[in-house]
């Protein structure tokens, strides 16, 4: 198993652009998320999805697009980068399994620079 | 989802235990107690995780207490390796959403 698969590890965009960051899983897990992290800062959960068709806003959703059309992948879409969109993003997912709790596994993270 | 409150730093010598405490007073019944550690350019990983009983696992151990309103991850025997920004969530044990939310997490710093 590759597990949590996120590319490009690394990405420079200039402000306007637009960008796909993308998140694959092979574990069948339902519920996939993405986060961002700021410098000395915690994570925080931009959308999430429990399952392929569904999807809903975390906590900073402004300016971020997401769909999931399949179980194993969930893109997220920058629609026109701005410098406070630089951060480091991770994708995580889980199963999502009535009575069963699952730990969440995460991605190596995409270090984006918007300049 | 509830929210959970950690010392934002904490220290420890090699060899030695290291307690790490959560309070989550807020805590429902169907929340379980989930911890993950990040390592210095990594992604967060997962430790351990219960709902009412403690729990070991080979990285630590869980101590929950009886009213579940606070929580404590064990490190047995810390190594400089453990050094990382241990963060204590809480995770609704249901088929519907689960809006997981970070804090910022307890830096533990482990010396020689």
């Known amino acids: 198993n590759a597990g949590v698969t996120q590319t490009p590890k690394f990405q420079v965009l200039k402000t306007g652009q637009s960008m796909t960051l993308q998140c694959a899983q092979d574990m069948n897990h339902e519920y996939m998320s993405w986060y961002r992290q700021d410098p000395g800062m915690g994570l925080r959960l931009i959308h999430y999805?429990?399952?392929?068709?569904?999807?809903d806003q975390g906590e900073v959703p402004n300016g971020y697009n997401v769909s999931r059309s399949t179980t194993e992948d969930f893109p997220l879409r920058l629609l026109s980068a701005a410098p406070s969109q630089t951060s480091v993003y991770f994708c995580a997912s889980s199963y999502q399994v009535e009575g069963y709790n699952s730990p969440l596994h995460f991605g190596n993270g995409t270090r984006l620079t918007v300049t | 989802d509830a929210k959970t409150t950690q010392p934002n730093s904490m220290e420890s010598n090699e060899e030695e235990p290291v307690h790490l405490p959560c309070n989550h007073s807020?805590?429902?019944?169907?929340?379980?107690i989930h911890w993950y550690r990040q390592l210095p350019s990594q992604g967060p990983e997962y430790v351990i995780h219960?709902?009412?009983s403690n729990v070991n696992n080979r990285m630590a151990s869980l101590a929950i207490a009886e009213d579940r309103k606070s929580s404590t991850l064990i490190l047995h025997r810390a190594t400089l390796r453990d050094a990382a920004v241990y963060y204590c969530i809480l995770r609704v044990n249901t088929g519907t959403a689960s809006k997981l939310t970070f804090g910022t997490g307890t830096r533990l710093q482990v010396t020689l």
């Open positions: 219960g709902l009412t």
């Open positions: 807020t805590i429902s019944g169907t929340d379980y």
């Open positions: 999805s429990v399952g392929a068709g569904i999807t």
